[in-house]
């Protein structure tokens, strides 16, 4: 019996959308399955980093956003907890500020365009990987077959559950957000504000409007729900307690985690995990959907070679995890250096004001965290001994 699809998608976020849209376009049948119906909103700080916006501008799926929704930014504002701030520009283009219900309905309206079949509301909680097919069971307890599949369910994918491969950061923060009216935006920046081993994003809509999103050691939820969790995080906040003075809330909170780095194997027989499935970052720096639609690009390619060689086999898609891991290991030894810098009492305000007077040392940061400019750049000893010493 022929498969339903020459390709099955499960997940239709960032990272499954856009690896659809590509396969899509060159004449294979996808197949892209969500458990929710768009548009659907996601725990996020709405950020995509300048490589992001360059990875969508390649994909063709920019000129698809809302552009009344789509808010340029030109760089980003830091504040440590002593109040001291740096501000500096990305050095190679804008990043973007799209809110997670317009951005994934606007990719998923993207991936239907290129050519492929969409089934909403319909969740996956199973796969039987066969010599001859791969199959998932839907949660109406449907089995469906493709010669391949991509699974890009999000951190806690169940194809990543059903293969054994589920990770979970051990030590991972849990996020609380919403959005708010009556925050005053002073610079054309986004913000990023530091606490005592929390962080807090905001992201500017214009007229006041502002996604304030925050992640949290699991030890501050035991002082009840997600309001005083967050007015006790708050608190600790000087510069945007200050803000929010007189903010109002205008959606439900969002709660999600545990968030932080979890590293999983991305390739089974049949299988290619992408985006927060096949593992993610700490969302401090805001690089998660650059690295879902980068490893979406990746697996589309290895895929569409896979499908024209009719070999599936776990040693023809490794090649997708060693080009991805290529990707990956710098940004998470980056990442971690900067957690590490990130959360001291003394040490951070002290760095905040040094990246404030030395632009070039900042932008170089920026740069980095914003996927344009190699890690390798801070993990240099070069560029430690200007930051420190
Ligand atoms: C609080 C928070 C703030 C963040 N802020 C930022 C930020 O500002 N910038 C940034 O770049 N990154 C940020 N990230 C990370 C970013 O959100 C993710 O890296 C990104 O969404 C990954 O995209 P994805 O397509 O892999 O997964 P997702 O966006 O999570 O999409 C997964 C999709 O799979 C579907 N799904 C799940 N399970 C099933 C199932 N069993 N069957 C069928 N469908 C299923 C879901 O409905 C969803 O549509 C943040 C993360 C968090 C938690």
Same mark, same amino acid.
């Given at each position: ?46 950020? @995509?980093? /300048? ?15 809302? %552009?009344?929704?789509?808010?340029? &930014? ?5 504040? !440590? =907890? ?8 990305? $050095?190679?283009? /804008? #990043? ?13 309206? *993207?991936?239907?365009?290129?050519? !492929? ?20 069971? %839907?949660?109406?307890? +449907? ?20 293969? #054994?491969?589920? %990770? ?16 005053? +935006? ?9 606490? /005592?081993?929390?962080? @807090?994003?905001?992201? *500017? ?21 997600? =309001? =005083? ?8 906040? /000087? ?7 007189? !903010? ?9 985690? $545990? ?37 979406? &690009? ?31 290991? #710098? ?17 951070? $305000? ?9 632009? =070039? ?12 400019? $190699? ?15």
């Amino acid at each position: 019996m022929s498969p339903d699809a020459d390709v099955i998608v499960v997940g239709a976020g960032p990272a499954g959308s856009s690896a659809a849209a590509v396969l899509a376009s060159r004449g294979i049948r996808v197949l892209l399955l969500d458990r929710a119906k768009f548009p659907r909103d996601k725990p996020c700080g709405d950020y @995509c980093n /300048p490589g992001a916006v360059r990875l969508l501008r390649h994909l063709g799926s920019i000129s698809t956003l809302p %552009t009344a929704e789509a808010i340029p &930014i030109s760089g980003l504002s830091v504040y !440590a =907890q002593d109040g001291s701030r740096f501000a500096a520009a990305f $050095p190679a283009g /804008p #990043g973007l500020l799209v809110p997670r219900l317009r951005l994934d309905a606007a990719l998923l309206a *993207h991936a239907v365009r290129a050519g !492929a079949v969409v089934h909403e509301g319909m969740g996956v909680d199973a796969v039987h990987i066969r010599a001859e097919a791969v199959e998932v069971r %839907t949660a109406s307890n +449907r089995w469906l077959s493709a010669r391949l599949l991509i699974a890009a369910d999000g951190a806690h994918s169940a194809i990543a559950r059903s293969l #054994g491969r589920l %990770t979970v950061p051990a030590r991972g923060r849990y996020t609380v957000g919403a959005y708010f009216s009556g925050l005053p +935006r002073t610079t054309p920046e986004g913000e990023l504000h530091l606490g /005592p081993d929390l962080y @807090c994003g905001v992201a *500017h809509f214009g007229g006041g409007v502002a996604n304030v999103c925050m992640a949290l050691p699991r030890e501050r939820w035991r002082r009840g729900g997600p =309001q =005083q969790v967050f007015d006790a995080a708050l608190g600790t906040l /000087p510069v945007l307690a200050d803000a929010m003075a007189n !903010a109002r809330r205008e959606s439900a909170f969002r709660c999600s985690g $545990p968030v932080g780095f979890a590293a999983r194997d991305a390739v089974a027989a049949r299988v290619l995990l992408i985006g927060d499935a096949a593992g993610h970052l700490e969302p401090i720096t805001g690089q998660g959907i650059f690295l879902a639609l980068y490893s979406a &690009i990746l697996a589309a390619d290895v895929a569409s070679d896979a499908l024209g060689a009719n070999d599936f086999s776990q040693r023809r898609l490794s090649v997708y995890a060693r080009r991805r891991a290529r990707e990956i290991v #710098g940004k998470a030894l980056a990442s971690r250096l900067l957690q590490r810098l990130a959360f001291h009492r003394q040490l951070t $305000p002290l760095l905040v004001r040094r990246l404030n007077r030395r632009a =070039q040392l900042a932008s170089e940061l920026l740069g980095v965290t914003g996927d344009v400019l $190699p890690p390798t750049g801070i993990l240099s000893p070069a560029y430690l001994a200007r930051l420190l010493l």
